[in-house]
């Protein structure tokens, strides 16, 4: 089992940044993949970004290049998105994502059903 916890959302203006937080426990941390998935009403969740366990190869959907960074840091177990130049499309229920399992297939982490484990989401608001 992995619990998963979100924190750092929140209403943010146009153009500002959020810095969300994934703290995990449950699992030895530096073994899991992890992404990050968002939900905005009336959709589907949508991949945001995710980092390997082993070499932290990182994966970005196109519309948050260059303005969101996915990292982690294995000794806190917490994985993190620094949310940079927010748009009012990006407003969503953030979720934290883990896969304990190896990878498959290189873009595996791109997909919902790749992980296993969820965590209960942070809203992040963006106001135009």
């Known amino acids: 089992q992995v619990q998963l916890v979100e924190s750092g959302g929140g209403l943010v203006q146009a153009g500002g940044s959020l810095r969300l937080s994934c703290a995990a426990s449950g699992r030895t941390f530096s073994r899991l993949t992890m992404g990050w998935f968002r939900q905005a009403p009336g959709n589907e969740r949508e991949f945001v970004a995710a980092?390997?366990?082993?070499?932290?190869?990182?994966y970005y959907t196109d519309s948050v290049k260059g303005r969101f960074t996915i990292s982690r840091d294995n000794a806190k177990n917490t994985m993190y998105l620094l949310m940079n130049s927010l748009k009012p499309e990006d407003t969503a229920v953030y979720y934290c994502a883990a896969r304990t399992s190896p990878l498959t297939y290189y873009r595996e982490p791109t997909y919902t059903t790749a992980y296993e484990y969820w965590g209960q989401g942070t809203q992040v608001t963006v106001s135009s």
């Open positions: 980092v390997r366990s082993k070499d932290t190869s990182t």
